[in-house]
């Protein structure tokens, strides 16, 4: 085990709950945003995050929280054992991102793109090495779901994913690598699917509470796809459904109505206390 | 541990209702509410706080385990084991 900081990049929603996943198995992270209020939010985010991961039995007992520490800048990559990146789902802003990441770790540093649904080979143009780029989707809340999607881009090298499946041991999770493509598999199975149950909320079809318990009861569902929604964030979803129409042409992709105005009013779901649901805990 | 009485205590009533409101069902006082599924972890951490806010305690350590909170019952033994009141 290596004890040099992972430094992950964005203190949003996914960046806090996978340095709560890190730091709950004793590894020490250089947490990264731009906006300085996500940095002064986040040691509550995932003080919270690692309560409910003890809550639930999902952290190692008896072990030492790794250290957090806050940073303002890509500056913090520098000999990183690798880098998360987790920042907002678009590509311009992740492409320039991972370009100045590149530019300050040594190479064969894993470069790691938490997106949900930008092609690996897409944001490798913008780094100095490709071969050292691989994505992980992680999925919310990191700390509790085992299992992880790995995307092996057509230019990420053996040593890359070796190094990512060494480090989702470490942290107990299990991984399933896959072939790059828009959305791999889970968001190009799951937006779709998110957009159709809010468009049939939107149509009156049913209530988001209805439709929720319909895929719960009869479906097997464990969290209904609109309390997804909100889990995700609103707004990261019609992002990543942006990102999945462009590349697929898949008239499900576009997001819909409903979300749209959702997202446009700011009600993106837990992390801002309202979507599909009303939430009071994260109002504090 | 304290055994709550058959009549409801006000603990008992407060953890109930607030059960009640967001579930939309009247809970057992010895049911497991997790166990028909649908209610995830962050509902157990929902509670968590509430009952933290409500009844002016701190819940850590090895209290901090879902079977404190998966019946109104197992709540009420937690919070009066932790001295919490209602008016805290
Ligand atoms: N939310 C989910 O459930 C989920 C699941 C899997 C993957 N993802 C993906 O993870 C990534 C992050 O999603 P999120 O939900 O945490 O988004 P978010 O909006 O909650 O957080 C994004 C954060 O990135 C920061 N940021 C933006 N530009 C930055 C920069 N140049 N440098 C540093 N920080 C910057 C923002 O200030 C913000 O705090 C996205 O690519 C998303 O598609 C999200």
Redesign the interface.
Known sequence: MTTEPITVLGAGVMGVGITALLAGHGLPVRLVDTAPEQLTRAPGRIR?EL??A????ALPPDREQGEVSPHSGVSAARGARLVIEAITEDTGLKKAVLSEVSAQVSPGTPIVSNTSSIPIDELAEAVRHPGDLIGTHFMN?PA?ITTVEVVRGARTREATLDAVRGLLREVGRRPVVVRDAPGFVTSRLLHPMINQAARLVQEGTASAEDVD?LM??CLGH???PL?TAD?IGIDNLVDSLWVLLKRTGDEACRPCDLLLRKAADGHHG?KTGQGFYTY??SAT | MTAPTDRPTDVQSAISAFIETRTRTTPEPDVDIFAAGGLSSLFAMELVVHLEKTFGIAISGADMRLDNFRTVDSMVGLVTRLGGRVDA
């Open positions: 919270q309560r409910t003890h809550l639930m039995g809340p509790l318990a719960l009861g464990r969290t209904g309390r889990l837990r009071e805990e």
